[in-house]
């Protein structure tokens, strides 16, 4: 089993940033496979925010496209989210995971809570 740590969550005003990591125990299994980061803001249904490979192509959702910047680092075993220009809109829990090239999820972090006031 592969355990997923996310940190870096806060409560920020609108235009400000905030930067979250997530630490994969194995190695092997975050440099093969392709990580992305979920949001799921309350009421809503759980969205993908962003995907990295393991070459570093990555995909965003257009609602964070030119805002939001996926990235990792597979010597830590981390990927980052850097989230810039936030909105209101953009709270929500954010997670963590591990995905196939197929696109099956395969492990998933806790959480981390990113709160936007406006």
């Known amino acids: 089993q592969v355990q997923l740590v996310e940190s870096g969550g806060g409560l920020v005003q609108a235009g400000r940033s905030l930067r979250l990591s997530c630490a994969a125990g194995?190695?092997?299994?975050?440099?093969?496979?392709?990580m992305g980061w979920y949001r799921q803001a309350p009421g809503k249904q759980r969205e993908l925010v962003a995907t990295?490979?393991?070459?570093?192509?990555?995909t965003y959702a257009d609602s964070v496209k030119g805002r939001f910047t996926i990235s990792r680092d597979n010597t830590k075993n981390t990927v980052y989210l850097e989230m810039n220009s936030l909105k209101p809109e953009d709270t929500a829990v954010y997670y963590c995971?591990?995905?196939?090239?197929?696109?099956?999820?395969?492990?998933w972090g806790q959480g981390t809570q990113g709160t936007v006031s406006s």
């Open positions: 995971n591990v995905r196939t090239l197929n696109g099956l999820s395969l492990y």
């Open positions: 194995s190695g092997s299994i975050f440099s093969l496979n392709v």
């Open positions: 990295i490979t393991a070459t570093g192509t990555t």
